[in-house]
C-alpha cells in the first residue's frame, strides 16, 4: 500500500500530480486547506493538500522502509479525526432532533430553527409601494394566501413533486384562520414536512451475531465509496468488527477500489461470485459486528439482473438479521428514481441513501421518494473524502432548503 500527500493551488492540479507519479488508480483518501509558509506567506493563497492511496501490484519494488513506516499511522490519524468530526456533527443533529420535536407549538423556536428563511419569506411578501393599485385582485388577497402562492412556488422551484406541493399546502389551508399571520403558517409548514420526512434511521448492530447489510442501487452513484466511508465510521469511531464483501464482478476498478479501503482499514474483504459464497462468509465472519456487501450496480430493467440480485438479497434469510440499503444520487431525475425504486421494492424492504448533494441545489426529490416509497432516510452524502462526507439525514436542514432558507 502506498498512501502519499500531493499539493496545488486546486484539488484537480494536486489530484492530477498524484496521477503523473502513481498512475490514474488512485483513491484520494483526505482533501484539506492548508498554509503556506515563509516570509510574506499571509499574503498567498492557501495550498490545497490531497492524500491517495494506492494499492502495490504484486511485481512492483518493494517500498522504501521510510514509506513503509509511515502509512497506517498516518492514515489512522485521518481517518480518527475525521470520524470523531463526524460524531459531533451526528450528535449536533441529533439535539436538533430533540428541540424540534419538543417545540413543536412554540413559534420563536420554529423560527430559531428556521434561520434566515423567515425574514427572506417577510420580504418578498412586502409588496412595493408602486405596485400597489395596480390588481385591485391581487391586493384582496391575505398576507397568508400571498405566502401560500409563494411557498407553493418555491417548493416547485426545488423540484418537489407539484401532487405533493399541492397536497402539503391543502393540509395547510385546511387548518388556516382568519387573518392567520404568516409566521403561524410557516411553522405549520415547517412541522408537516419534518413529519412527512420522519426520523432518519441509523444502522444498528444485531441482536446477536453479524448483522448484514446489502448497499444495491444503479451503477454511478457511489456505492463503494458510501460503503468505505460508514465501514471508516464503525470500525474507527465505533471500534466495531467489519468484514467487506463485494459482488460487484462486472467492474474490477470498484472490486480495487473497495479493496484498497479495507486495506487501510485492516479489515477483512472478499470478492464473492455466489450465493454460496456470501453463507461461507457468514460462516468465517460469525464474530463480526457487521458484513457489508457492494453489490452490482445494474439496470433495473434487465429481469435476469433483478433475479440474480433479488437471489443475492435474499440468501441470508433465516440465517442473519439483514438491512438492505438502497442507494440513489441525488442529481437523478425523480421519474427514474421512482421507476429503480419500485423494482426494488418488489425485492425487499430497505432504507434510503442518497448521495452527491453537493452536485445539485434542488432537494425535492429526497421528500418526493420519501412520499412515494414510504421508504425511511438514513444517511447522505456530499462529496468524495472518506470517511468526512456523510452525515446522518437531517429533515430539518433539507425542509429549511425546499422552503427556501439555507440549510446550515
Do not use: W
Not at 436538533?96 to 420535536?101: N, Q, R, S
Request: aromatic letters at 8%; a negative charge.
Amino acid at each position: 500500500m502506498i498512501i502519499k500527500k500531493f499539493q496545488g493551488k486546486t484539488e484537480a492540479e494536486a489530484v492530477e500530480s498524484a496521477k503523473k507519479e502513481l498512475g490514474s488508480n488512485v483513491v484520494i483518501m483526505n482533501v484539506r486547506n492548508i498554509k503556506r509558509k515563509g516570509m510574506f506567506s499571509f499574503l498567498k493563497p492557501q495550498l490545497v493538500e490531497v492524500t491517495v492511496a494506492l494499492e502495490e501490484e504484486p511485481d512492483q519494488p518493494a517500498a522504501s522502509p521510510k514509506d513503509e513506516a509511515r502509512p497506517q499511522p498516518f492514515i489512522d490519524a485521518i481517518v480518527h479525526k475525521a470520524a470523531m468530526e463526524t460524531a459531533a456533527s451526528i450528535d449536533n443533529n441529533l439535539a436538533k432532533d430533540t428541540v424540534a420535536e419538543s417545540s413543536r407549538t412554540d413559534s420563536s423556536a420554529i423560527e430559531e430553527k428556521l434561520d434566515t428563511l423567515h425574514t427572506l419569506l417577510e420580504q418578498q411578501l412586502q409588496k412595493p409601494e408602486e405596485l400597489k393599485g395596480e390588481n385591485p385582485e391581487e391586493e384582496q388577497e391575505s398576507e397568508v394566501e400571498r405566502f401560500m402562492k409563494l411557498l407553493y412556488n418555491t417548493m416547485l422551484t426545488n423540484e418537489v413533486n407539484e401532487q405533493n406541493a399541492n397536497q402539503i399546502i391543502d393540509e395547510i389551508e385546511k387548518i388556516n384562520k382568519p387573518n392567520m399571520p404568516f409566521d403561524y403558517a410557516l411553522a405549520n409548514i415547517y412541522q408537516k414536512m419534518i413529519l412527512k420526512f420522519g426520523k432518519p434511521i441509523e444502522i444498528t448492530p444485531a441482536s446477536k451475531g453479524p448483522k448484514v447489510i446489502f448497499f444495491v442501487g444503479p451503477t454511478g452513484v457511489g456505492k463503494t465509496t458510501t460503503i468505505a466511508k460508514i465501514a471508516s465510521k464503525f470500525s474507527v469511531e465505533g471500534g466495531r468488527k467489519i468484514a467487506l464483501l463485494t459482488a460487484d464482478t462486472y467492474r474490477i476498478a470498484a472490486a480495487e477500489q473497495l479493496r484498497t479501503y479495507a486495506n487501510i482499514l485492516e479489515v477483512p474483504f472478499r470478492v464473492i461470485y455466489s450465493t454460496e459464497e456470501i453463507e461461507q462468509a457468514l460462516k468465517d465472519f460469525r464474530n463480526y459486528d457487521f458484513i457489508m456487501v457492494d453489490t452490482a450496480g445494474h439496470s433495473h430493467q434487465n429481469e435476469a439482473q433483478k433475479e440474480a440480485m433479488n437471489s443475492f438479497i435474499h440468501c441470508v434469510d433465516g440465517m442473519a438479521e439483514k438491512e438492505v440499503f438502497l442507494v440513489l444520487s441525488a442529481t437523478t431525475k425523480y421519474r427514474d428514481l421512482a421507476s429503480i425504486a419500485d423494482v426494488y421494492s418488489e425485492m425487499t424492504e430497505y432504507k434510503l441513501i442518497f448521495t452527491k448533494l453537493d452536485e445539485t441545489t434542488t432537494l425535492g426529490s429526497l421528500l418526493n421518494l420519501k412520499l412515494h416509497t414510504g421508504a425511511s432516510l438514513s444517511y447522505v452524502t456530499y462529496g468524495q473524502n472518506v470517511p468526512d462526507d456523510i452525515e446522518v439525514f437531517n429533515p430539518q436542514k433539507t425542509v429549511k432548503q425546499l422552503l427556501g432558507g439555507k440549510g446550515n
